[in-house]
């Protein structure tokens, strides 16, 4: 069974510094990773979906990349804001699973100080 | 992006009772849909998956009698909870997916979530 893990559970940092998220996985077939955020009470908004093929993906401040290899990817938030201020979550999809079902790690809780 | 949403966003009911949450996706036909459950500071997990016109399957340790989950059409997947308890009162969050060839079939949309409080 895939298991995903994530590390750290929280970090605090101040504002305008680069943020570091770490996801590892245990089952190196994965179809794709997916990067969640989720503000407290409410539902996951997605940031990134990586494929298998690719190493990268980059939207705006954000950037996560892939490497199957050694099971882990890692999403980049640069300058951060305290808006960035959230759990980021991030989900494996295997390629065994035709219906597309996610194993999410427990989390990373980010706190963007002013 | 695509929208998921879900009725009722809050829901407080007494004990023995039986609650339904509806999902729907808005703007896209979804082949599958899936029901997860968050505990406070904990990730999410997977209940079930549902394919329009198709019985759910069920995750280990689900009780199927207990979350009765309905996937009627492309567009409607209803969760019900029966004969609720105080352990049942957590955060419902269902998701949605198109299926493989169909435009958005690689992301899952998910819903804002529904809160329970059973007391």
């Known amino acids: 069974k895939q298991e995903v893990t994530q590390i750290p559970a929280a970090l605090s940092v101040p504002e305008g510094e680069n943020l570091v998220l770490n996801c590892s996985f245990t089952?190196?077939?994965?179809?794709?990773l997916q990067w969640f955020r989720q503000d407290p009470g409410k539902g996951l908004t997605s940031l990134l979906l990586?494929?298998?093929?690719?190493r990268e993906q980059t939207s705006g401040r954000l950037n996560a990349s892939l490497d199957k290899s050694s099971g882990r990817s890692t999403l980049y938030i640069a300058a951060s804001q305290p808006g960035d201020s959230a759990t980021y979550l991030c989900?494996?999809?295997?390629?065994?699973?035709?219906?597309?079902?996610?194993?999410f790690g427990a989390g990373t809780q980010v706190v963007v100080t002013p | 992006g695509a929208v998921v949403s879900q009725h009722p966003s809050w829901v407080i009911c007494k004990s023995g009772t039986s609650v339904k949450i509806e999902c729907r996706s808005l703007?896209?036909?979804?082949?599958?849909m899936f029901w997860y459950r968050q505990f406070p500071k904990q990730s999410l997990m997977l209940m079930a998956t549902?394919?329009?016109?198709?019985?759910?399957?069920?995750e280990q340790g689900v009780e199927k009698d207990k979350f009765l989950i309905n996937h009627a059409s492309l567009t409607l997947s209803t969760l019900t909870v029966t004969s609720a308890h105080p352990e049942d009162s957590s955060f419902y969050i269902c998701?949605?997916?198109?299926?493989?060839?169909?435009?958005?079939?690689?992301?899952?949309?998910f819903g804002p979530g529904t809160r329970l409080l059973v007391l």
């Open positions: 703007d896209f036909q979804a082949t599958t």
């Open positions: 549902s394919n329009e016109g198709s019985k759910a399957t069920y």
């Open positions: 990586i494929q298998s093929s690719q």
């Open positions: 998701s949605a997916r198109g299926g493989l060839g169909l435009e958005r079939g690689e992301t899952q949309y």
């Open positions: 989900a494996a999809r295997l390629w065994t699973d035709s219906w597309g079902k996610l194993q």
């Open positions: 089952d190196s077939a994965i179809y794709n």
